[in-house]
Each structure stands twice: as C-alpha cells, then as structure tokens.
C-alpha cells in the first residue's frame, strides 16, 4: 500500500486545469486485472502512471501491456522521484508521451517534457486538502504528509535538496490544521501518518505551535511519526511531542564514525563535535524510549570514503545505542543530481542504469562504487539493522 500523495497532488493539479479526474490504486492487482480496471473507467482521455526509480523498470513493461489495450491515449509519468532521472525518461519518449519532472512540491508544477500539456501551477501547499479527496484514503495503512520541504544542509549524497530545493517551505498552521481534520475524517482510525519533512517541523520556533496542532487534531489511535534533524530535538520537545501523541521519531544519523560523519554530514563540523553529535544521538535515543516514543535511527553503509575501520566504528556505535532502538542500515545508492553522483562519474551511471533496468533492486548492494568487500558490507548492514 504505497503513500498515495503523490497521486493525489498530481490529481488535483489535472482538476484544477478543468480535467475531470478518477484515480486508480493498481498496487496490488497483476497486469491484466490492473488493464481491465483502467478499460472499464467512463472516459480516457490521458492516463498519468506514478512511478519512482525503484518501479521505473516495471512500470515500463506495464505501460508496454497497458499501450496494446488502450490504442491510441497519451500516457504520462509523474513521481516525487522523476526530478533527477530526466536523461532516463527522455529515453522512453515511445513509452510516455509526457513525463512530470520536477514534481511539487519543489517547484510551481509537474514540469512536463512536452509543454503542450498545460497544467496550472502549483504554489506551495495550496489547498492541501484537496491533495486527498481524490483518493479513499482508509484504504491505506500509512499516509504520508508533509508540514516542510526542503533542507538547507545540502548533504552530497541527499535527494532531498534535489527533489524539494534547499530552501525550506513551511505550511501555514492552518493548512496544517485543515489536512489533518480531513486525514482523521476519512482515514482508517489504525493508520499511521508520517510526516516526512527532511527537517520537522522547517524551523525551531515551529515545533510547538506544529506539535499543538498534532496534539487537538489527531486522536490517539492514529500512530504518528516525524523526521528530523537531531538539532531540532531536547528533553523538552521530546516531552512535548510525547503529550501530543508522537509514536516514533526517526533521525538519518548516517555514520556511526566520527571522522566520516565530520568529513560527510554538514553541520556537523569536527570531529570533536562529531563525538558530542553520537552522544547526543544516544541521549535522545535514551529520551525517546523514556517519554514513550521509538526512536528509529539511520546508517548509510559504503559511501565512497568509507573504509573498514569506519564500517567498524559505525557497526560498534549502532550496538552501543540502548535496547529498544530501531535501526536501518542502508547501502549508499548514487542518486542522479547529487554531488556524489557527478564525482562517480560512469560508476554513478552505471549504478543508477542497473537499478533502472531491473538488474539490481533499489536497496541490494551496488558493489562496484565501494572499495569494501561486498561480504563485509552485508555483515555490518546484518549487525546494524534491528527493526
Ligand atoms: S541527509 Fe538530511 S540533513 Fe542532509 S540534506 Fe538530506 S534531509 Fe537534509
């Protein structure tokens, strides 16, 4: 059950152009069920297919079935993470006739490959609500919102600054208000509601007015979660998040070494400071699991940069985090767009081109941009993950 946003922004930006528009949830269908479903729709006129570079090579094989059935319609693509893949969708032209690049919330609108599909533009977070009300959202078992975009750290490997800008956006509290009364209306009541802001809530002297909104809005048999920065985190906003019904807070530490997370992580600055920033990780971790909250930490293995003795370090701090901590490690993936990205070269390239082509999933080790041993970097993901 993918976070249905996306579809739902796209949705609403065609409605406002005076389109009328049907969404379609094909998930969990196979092909022919998933074709026959968009056959019996009243009119069809243009069909959007969301996408993202994990179901890029699929989702191609399916438009290939889909174009067998429908004849001649337009199709198009559009997805949060098309922004850094344009060189790829220019490539599949025969495939989709339009491709939404750059996809709101970074700029005004899908900016579309061929501009004679005119779509209005998109302001930041106009009418939230409307993001929704195309969709049966107690369908879903997880919904994704956002109460920021953007982040100003601008860390070379991160999408983020790519796909949302490095400015920070913030919604106003209203908006904020209004989409979660229509989320708690029409969502199922078990579900959980992620916000997925790189830096909740977008700035330090939001967190409480954002949290109260949190806290009159939503009941307590909603789970809620958060993502940020350990600096926008102290015992008293942990508190605070914890009256107001937090369940889990999840922070991207990345490097559990400190001369890697000085050397990588901006903001973070020596690698004096790199020690106090694992400590402080520890302290939270320690504050989130007191006040009720699960802390969920994140690693990034394999950066180019990283050698064994940093593996080991990270391997022995994710250990040393308290009991009760969820972790995830993730390999380095090289995102088109980003700095990391550029400095690879054809390794990037080609790294990326394998995951498009269905040669290697969105997660599974990309061994030939590391100079660490593939069997050493599957070890250390196995001793740092605890979900
Ligand atoms: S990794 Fe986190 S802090 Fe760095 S740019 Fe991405 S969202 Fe911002």
Redesign the pocket.
């Known amino acids: 059950m993918y976070p249905p946003h996306a579809v739902g922004i796209t949705a609403s930006l065609f409605e406002r152009a005076g389109w009328d528009v049907e969404c379609i949830d094909c998930t969990s269908l196979n092909t022919i069920d998933a074709i026959s479903q968009i056959l019996q729709t009243e009119t069809k006129h243009l069909i959007g297919i969301g996408t993202s570079p994990a179901s890029y090579h699929n989702d191609i094989s399916f438009v290939i079935k889909l174009r067998e059935s429908i004849g001649d319609i337009d199709i198009f693509s559009f997805g949060k993470g098309l922004g850094f893949l344009e060189k790829q969708f220019d490539l599949n032209q025969s495939v989709y006739q339009y491709t939404a690049f750059d996809f709101p919330p970074k700029s005004a609108l899908p900016r579309f490959s061929n501009s004679e599909l005119l779509v209005p533009e998109r302001t930041h977070f106009m009418g939230a609500v409307n993001d929704w009300d195309h969709l049966d959202i107690s369908e879903y078992s997880f919904l994704s919102v956002e109460a920021s975009t953007g ?1 100003y ?3 070379n490997w ?1 999408p ?2 790519i796909t949302q800008g490095k400015k920070v956006h913030c919604k106003d509290l209203s908006t904020i208000r209004d989409e979660l009364l229509y989320i708690v209306q029409f969502a199922s009541p078990k579900s959980t509601i992620q916000f997925r802001d ?2 909740f809530p977008g700035s330090k002297e939001r967190v409480y007015p954002v949290l109260e909104i949190i806290k009159s809005c939503i009941p307590p048999s909603f789970r809620v979660g958060i993502e940020t ?1 350990l600096e926008f985190l102290n015992e008293e906003v942990i508190s605070f998040a914890s009256s107001a019904n937090i369940t889990n807070i999840n922070l ?1 530490i ?1 490097f559990g070494d400190p001369k890697l997370l000085s050397d990588m ?3 973070i600055g020596s690698v004096k400071s790199a020690l106090a920033y694992l400590e402080k990780t520890r302290n939270i971790s320690e504050l989130c699991l007191q006040y009720g909250i699960q802390p969920f930490v994140m690693f990034m293995l394999g950066i180019p940069g990283e050698s064994i003795a940093s593996l080991n370090n990270t391997i022995k701090f994710a250990q040393s985090l308290p009991d009760g901590v969820a972790i995830q490690a993730s390999f380095f993936i090289p995102i088109p767009g980003t700095q990391i990205f550029n400095d690879l070269g054809l390794l990037g390239e080609q790294a990326i081109d394998s995951i498009l082509k269905g040669h290697l999933k969105a997660g599974e080790l990309l061994s030939a941009i590391t100079e660490i041993p593939a069997n050493l970097l599957n070890d250390a993901k196995e001793l740092v993950q605890r979900l």
């Open positions: 982040c750290y601008n860390c991160c983020y600054p790189p830096l920065r991207g990345e992580k901006p903001g």
